[in-house]
């Protein structure tokens, strides 16, 4: 897969009869865009999606991240918060990085093992 710079939705399954949830999502998929990253932000709506990216770092930033590190079949491999200063160690396996403020992800239900869903809106996402 790859995407390019642009919105959509990052679709997490529902546990337990539970409908999907439905994430707000931008998406950084340029060398510009990812090096951007949240930078500067004092919040975000929603997620980050950077890709390719095996790994974050937190320099810079103004406020604690929860880090969901994927799979090329967008299965997550491991959930990390980070507070900012801090750098990431690169996941082997990691091709995307998903980034929301801390305490997001637990809320969503996203933990290792859940596949996700990416929904880009034309033209997103390339074959």
Not at 40 to 46: K, N, V, Y
């Amino acid at each position: 897969m790859a995407w390019r710079d642009g919105r959509g939705e990052l679709v997490v399954p529902g546990a337990e009869g539970r409908p999907d949830l439905r994430v707000p999502l931008e998406i950084a998929a340029s060398y510009r865009a990812r090096t951007k990253g949240l930078l500067g932000r004092s919040s975000l709506d929603g997620a980050l999606l950077l890709s390719p990216a095996n790994s974050i770092h937190t320099f810079r930033m103004r406020i604690p991240i929860d880090v969901a590190y994927l799979d090329r079949r967008l299965r997550v491999l491991a959930v990390r918060t980070m507070p900012p200063g801090r750098l990431g160690l690169p996941r082997v396996r990691a091709r995307h990085v998903v980034e929301s403020e801390a305490g997001a992800m637990a809320g969503w239900g996203l933990r290792s093992g859940v596949r996700v869903t990416v929904v880009t809106s034309p033209p997103g996402l390339t074959e």
